[in-house]
C-alpha cells in the first residue's frame, strides 16, 4: 500500500502585512512625504518672482499710462492680453505689480526675521542659561511685549518713525523676536539640564561657548520651524501696515497697497482686490504647510509618528 504523496501547503500571508508597491506607487509614496504643491505654489507666488521680476514682469510696476486705466483681465470683455490681469486706476499692470510684490515681501520677510529672530534667540539663551533675575528680566520684557496688540504697536511706531521700507522691517522686527526669545528660553532650559553641559561647566567653558557651542545647535530646529512660519506672518502684517496706510508707501509695488487701492472698487472692478488678495492667501498658506512639514520632520518627538 503505497502512502499518498503530502502536498505542498501554500505559504499564508502574515496578518497585517503591508502589499508590495508597485514602481508607480513608490514614486507616488515618496513624493508624498515631500510638500510638493506648497512648495509649487511657492516657487511660482514668491520665489521665482522675487528672484527674477525684471525679466518675467511684462510691464514696469509703476509706469502710469492713464489711457489703458482700468481694463478688466484678458479673458473679459474689453481686455487685452497685453495686460493679463488687468490695470488698476493708474494704468498699472496688476500682474507686474504682483510679481515685483513677492519681491517686495520676501525681502521683507527676510529681513525682519533675521533681525528680529537674532535678536530674540540671543535673548532666549541668555535668559535659559542666566536664569535668576536675567531670566525674570528678560521674561518679564516679553510679556509686556506680548501683551500689547501687534496691529496697534506696530501704527504707533510708524507714527512716530514715519512710513517706508526701512520703518517697516525695523517695526516687524520688533514685533517678532519676543515669540523667538519665549520658544528658544523653552528649549534652552531643558538642554541646559543635560549631561554634557554640566561637563562642559566642569572643563571651565565659558557662558558664551557653552551657549553657542553647546546649546544653540540643539535649538536650530526650533529657530528654523519657527522662522518658516513666520514668513506668513510677516507677509499678513506687512500687507496690513500697508493697507492701513502705515506701511509702504506709493507708487511701491506692495500686495498690501493694491488690496488697499482696489477696495474701493471691490464691485466694479474686482480684479483690483482679488488677485492681489489671492497671492497673499496662497503664499502665507504654503509657508505655514512647509513649516508644519517642517516641524513634523525636525522635531525627534514627532518624527516616527
Known sequence: ???????????????????RRGKFGQVVFNVRQYPIIPLIILAVMLIIPALFANLIAPHDPVDVNLRDRLMPPAWMEGGSWEYVLGTD????????????GARISLSI????????????TVLGLVAAYGGGWVDNLIMRIVDIKLAFPSILLALVLVAVSGPGFQTVVLVIALLLWA????????????????????????AGASPIRIMMRH??????????VLATLEVGHVIILESTLSFLGAGLVKPTP????????????????WWLFFFP??????????????GDWL?????????NV
Open 277 to 290: 488678495t489671492m497671492a497673499i492667501v496662497l503664499t502665507v498658506l504654503s509657508m505655514n504647510l512647509l
Open 295 to 303: 516641524r513634523d520632520r525636525l522635531d525627534p518627538k514627532l518624527r
Open 254 to 269: 506692495a500686495w498690501g497697497l493694491m488690496v488697499a487701492d482696489g477696495r474701493a472698487l471691490i464691485v466694479t472692478a
Open 179 to 202: 515669540r523667538f526669545a519665549r520658544m528658544v528660553r523653552g528649549e534652552a532650559l531643558a538642554i541646559k539640564q543635560q549631561d554634557f553641559i554640566a561637563r562642559a561647566q566642569v
Open 215 to 224: 546649546i544653540f545647535p540643539n535649538v536650530v530646529n526650533t529657530v528654523v
Open 1 to 19: 500500500m503505497t502512502t499518498p504523496t503530502a502536498t505542498p501547503v501554500a505559504a499564508e500571508t502574515t496578518a497585517g502585512a503591508l502589499p
Open 109 to 120: 520677510s527676510l529681513l525682519a526675521i533675521a533681525l528680529g529672530g537674532g535678536v530674540g
Open 89 to 100: 486706476r493708474q494704468g498699472f499692470d496688476i500682474l507686474s505689480r504682483i510679481i515685483h
